[in-house]
């Protein structure tokens, strides 16, 4: 998990992503999970796992998005799958977690029927998701590591 100031794509089309959010500042929260396989084929085997993985981020990401709202916060989760926003009405355009990776961590992108990064130590095998908050860092980073802790969630070591 990582957060992080808007992608220029974000900044500029944020409007159509997300129509009822007017905030002044904005704050992407990525969320990385290592999958069991390679995301390059699609198997019933890979299908399966992607939905594994994309339930595990809507669980975890449900319980950060409500606590900083109840903070005051506006906060989304995208759905992985669509790139629609799952707690307002969705826009225009669609978010690409993909290319928010690519943009703010600077993953290499394998172009597919989907497309696929490249982990520096996953390799193909990571699952990308995103929050996006007004919520400040001093916020929301306490408030992902409680949630990861009760998810069981582990951190990795860099």
């Known amino acids: 998990m990582s957060v992080h100031p808007p992608s220029p794509y974000i900044a500029q089309n944020l409007e159509r992503i997300l129509p009822d959010w007017k905030v002044p500042n904005l704050w992407v929260v990525i969320v990385l ?9 699609t198997t019933p085997q890979v299908e399966q796992e992607k939905e594994r993985l994309r339930e595990k981020f809507m669980r975890f ?5 409500f ?12 759905d992985p799958r669509t ?4 707690l307002s009405r969705p ?3 669609i978010h690409d977690d993909t ?3 690519k943009a703010l961590l600077g993953f290499p992108l394998m172009r597919n029927k989907c497309r696929v990064l490249e982990h520096p130590r996953w390799g193909k095998a990571v699952y990308p998701s995103t929050l996006l ?4 860092p001093k916020i929301i980073k306490p408030v992902l590591k409680n ?12």
């Open 67 to 78: 606590n900083l709202r109840d903070h005051g916060y506006l906060s989304n989760l995208i």
């Open 91 to 93: 826009g225009e355009i």
């Open 147 to 158: 949630i990861a802790a009760f998810h069981g969630w582990k951190e990795q070591k860099k």
């Open 133 to 136: 908050t007004s919520a400040p």
């Open 33 to 41: 999970q290592q999958s069991r396989y390679e995301l390059v084929e």
């Open 83 to 86: 790139g629609y926003p799952l």
């Open 61 to 65: 990401g449900f319980d950060v998005a």
């Open 99 to 101: 290319a928010v990776v």
